[in-house]
T-cell receptor
Framework: RKEVEQDPGPFNVPEGATVAFNCTYSNSASQSFFWYRQDCRKEPKLLMSVYSSGNEDGRFTAQLNRASQYISLLIRDSKLSDSATYLCVVNMPGSARQLTFGSGTQLTVLP | DGGITQSPKYLFRKEGQNVTLSCEQNLNHDAMYWYRQDPGQGLRLIYYSQIVNDFQKGDIAEGYSVSREKKESFPLTVTSAQKNPTAFYLC??????????????FGPGTRLTVT
């Protein structure tokens, strides 16, 4: 089983739609969780950290379910500019500094 | 402006040549990392360094070497021993402050093509 697993997509959604991505991680000892966004041929950029209580940043909501070992990202009112690959990232157990990256979920928002 | 710079953006080399990729940060971060990304795949860790003059191998260190002589700089050398060096190379850094999470910040990357 992969350490961090994501549905690769692609997800093609119309503008204004709500879209959700899920990610599962294999090690229950992981403590830090993030969503990164990567545009085509660019570097990943931190979108948001994921906290146990869930957190929201504008149109983006991240949730963590430790019991089931999954993380979700919800994007409401999708914009064309949301088109990108979304990477689920989890710290390596025993190392707060080392991160394991999922392969990413590709999102295309259509006009 | 604080950030991470990588140079060059594109690099072309002939097989059998060593090549060094530059990574500089002015964020005062202690930890620095090198990843490679291949099409359709996640990032894979090559080397990382948590303090000056110290570094550790990541998951795919074979055929690569690094140095960390200054806090700001973490160059990566791709040697001729690396079997499949063509890839997108990303450098990242993270803060040294005592906190629960260590999000990483990335440079713009270097696309290396070896023919």
């Amino acid at each position: 089983r992969k350490e961090v697993e994501q549905d690769p997509g692609p997800f093609n959604v119309p503008e204004g739609a709500t879209v959700a991505f899920n990610c599962t991680y294999s090690n229950s000892a992981s403590q830090s969780f993030f969503w990164y966004r990567q545009d085509c041929r660019k570097e990943p950029k931190l979108l948001m950290s994921v906290y146990s209580s869930g957190n929201e940043d504008g149109r983006f909501t991240a949730q963590l379910n430790r019991a089931s070992q999954y993380i979700s990202l919800l994007i409401r009112d999708s914009k064309l500019s949301d088109s990108a690959t979304y990477l689920c990232v989890v710290n390596m157990p025993g190392s707060a500094r080392q991160l394991t990256f999922g392969s990413g979920t590709q999102l295309t928002v259509l006009p | 402006d604080g950030g991470i710079t990588q140079s060059p953006k594109y690099l072309f080399r002939k097989e059998g040549q060593n090549v060094t990729l530059s990574c500089e940060q002015n964020l005062n971060h202690d930890a620095m990392y090198w990843y490679r990304q291949d099409p359709g795949q996640g990032l894979r860790l090559i080397y990382y360094s948590q303090i000056v003059n110290d570094f550790q191998k990541g998951d795919i260190a074979e055929g690569y070497s690094v140095s960390r002589e200054k806090k700001e700089s973490f160059p990566l050398t791709v040697t001729s021993a690396q079997k499949n060096p063509t890839a997108f190379y990303l450098c990242a850094s993270s803060t040294d402050r005592d906190r629960a999470t260590y999000e990483q910040y990335f440079g713009p990357g270097t696309r290396l093509t070896v023919t």
